[in-house]
Nanobody, 122 residues
Framework: QLQLVESGGGLVPAGGSLRLSCKAS????????MGWFRQAPGKEREFVGA????????HVVDSLEGRFTISRDNARNMVYLQMNSLRPEDTAVYYC???????????????WGQGTQVTVSS
């Protein structure tokens, strides 16, 4: 069982940066792949990327690669989503999620945080 809590969202102007954090608590955190998802108003949930248990292997979707970076600090049970050059279309609620194997399908993730709102003003 994992509990996930996101933080770091807020209002940022276009072109700005934010770093989202996801704090995990529970057993065997290192065994989980950690994913980031987002959901904009009126849109379906979207996979952003994921990082494996070691932190050495990360994946960000092609459309966000170069602006978004995922990392994790297993000593602190933390996962991060660094977002640069933000655009108004990045406005969404951002969620971290966990499962044992990598997937871009949110329905396959077992544990979810409550989400953190990111709003990018034009």
């Amino acid at each position: 069982q994992l509990q996930l809590v996101e933080s770091g969202g807020g209002l940022v102007p276009a072109g700005g940066s934010l770093r989202l954090s996801c704090k995990a608590s529970g057993r065997a955190y290192i065994n989980y792949v950690m994913g980031w998802f987002r959901q904009a108003p009126g849109k379906e949930r979207e996979f952003v990327g994921a990082v494996d248990g070691s932190g050495r292997n990360t994946h960000v979707v092609d459309s966000l690669e170069g602006r978004f970076t995922i990392s994790r600090d297993n000593a602190r049970n933390m996962v991060y989503l660094q977002m640069n050059s933000l655009r108004p279309e990045d406005t969404a609620v951002y969620y971290c999620a966990a499962r044992h194997r990598a997937s871009n399908d949110g329905n396959k993730y077992n544990f979810w945080g409550q989400g953190t709102q990111v709003t990018v003003s034009s």
